[in-house]
C-alpha cells in the first residue's frame, strides 16, 4: 500500500543502500516517479518494490539511473558551451594558466570530455585539471569507458568528431585516449559528501531538477567556497539561480555565476 508510512519505509531503505537522502528531493515528483514504476510493475507499494529490484544488481543500478536522471549530450546546449569556449575559459586563464574544474554530477562523461576537447584546443600542451563526479557508480563505469552513441555526439562537430573520437563496433564512437586520461574520475554525493576547494570553475548542470530549494541553497553555497576568488559556477539552461546575490555570487553571464575576486 502506496502510504506515508510505505514512504517514510522506502526512503530509510534507499539511504541505507545507497547513502541517497530522498528528503533533500522534491517529494511529490519523486513520489510520482518512483510511483511509475511500482504501478507498472503491480507491486502494492514503494517497499516491495524496492524489496524486489534489490534483489537483483543490474535491475538496481537501472532503477538508481532512472532516479538520478542520467541524460547527457557531448557540449549540451551548444550556444552556453561556445560562451563556456569563447568567453567563460578565455577569463579565467588570464588569472590561472592551469585550470582545477569540477564536472558535478558528470553523468555519462559526456560534459568532462566536452571541457578537455575545448581546453586541448585553447592551450595545447598545457596540463588542466578536470575533476568528473557522480554518484551513480554504474554511470561511471559508463563515463570512464567513454563509448558513445551517435546522438550523444550530435551537437558536435563533425571536425572534432573526427578528430577525437575512433569509430568501433556498432556504430559507436569512443574517446580517444588523449582524451580520457586528462580526466579523474570519482564517486561522490552532493547533498552528503565533503568538497574540494581552490577550482577556477565548477560545471554543475540539469542536476538539480528535483532538489528542494533548501537542498539547492545548500549546494550553491558549498559550491561558492569550493571556487577561488573569481572562480565561475556553470549551471543548466532551466536552472537560473535567482538568488545569487544573496548566496555572494555576481552574475558574469546568464547561467554563469562568479564568485567576487575581493
Not at 510505505?6 to 528531493?25: H, V
Not at 577556477?200 to 540539469?206: A, P, V, Y
Not at 559550491?223 to 543548466?236: D, E, H, M, R, S
Request: some cysteine; aromatic content about 12%.
Amino acid at each position: 500500500m502506496m502510504d506515508d508510512r510505505d514512504w517514510a519505509e522506502f526512503k530509510k531503505k534507499l539511504k541505507a543502500k545507497t547513502e541517497i537522502d530522498l528528503d533533500l528531493y522534491k517529494e511529490p515528483q519523486m513520489k510520482r516517479r518512483i510511483g511509475n514504476l511500482v504501478t507498472r510493475g503491480k507491486f502494492p507499494g514503494y517497499t516491495a518494490y524496492f524489496d524486489h529490484v534489490s534483489q537483483d544488481k543490474d535491475d538496481f543500478a537501472a532503477f538508481i539511473e532512472y532516479l538520478t536522471i542520467n541524460v547527457s549530450e557531448f557540449f549540451r546546449t551548444p550556444e552556453k558551451f561556445g560562451k563556456l569556449e569563447t568567453d567563460v575559459i578565455p577569463d579565467l586563464l588570464k588569472r590561472s594558466p592551469h585550470l582545477n574544474i569540477w564536472s558535478a554530477g558528470c553523468s555519462i562523461g559526456a560534459e568532462p570530455y566536452s571541457l578537455a576537447i575545448i581546453l586541448k584546443e585553447l592551450t595545447p600542451g598545457v596540463k588542466h585539471r578536470i575533476l568528473a563526479s557522480d554518484l551513480d557508480i554504474e554511470i561511471l563505469a559508463k563515463a570512464k569507458a567513454g563509448v558513445y552513441n551517435e546522438n550523444e555526439l550530435k551537437s558536435m562537430t563533425p571536425e572534432r568528431r573526427a578528430r577525437y573520437f575512433d569509430r568501433v563496433e556498432g556504430g559507436k564512437f569512443a574517446v580517444k585516449d588523449e582524451i580520457k586520461r586528462v580526466i579523474e574520475f570519482k564517486r561522490h554525493n552532493l547533498l552528503k559528501d565533503p568538497f574540494e576547494s581552490g577550482f577556477d570553475l565548477i560545471l554543475c548542470r540539469n542536476v538539480v531538477i528535483y532538489f528542494t530549494e533548501e537542498a539547492k541553497d545548500q549546494l550553491y553555497a558549498n559550491f561558492f567556497k569550493a571556487l577561488k576568488p573569481g572562480g565561475i559556477l556553470f549551471v543548466g539552461a532551466t536552472e537560473a539561480i535567482l538568488n545569487f546575490r544573496k548566496l555572494g555570487y555576481t552574475s558574469f553571464q546568464p547561467f554563469f555565476y562568479q564568485k567576487p575576486l575581493n
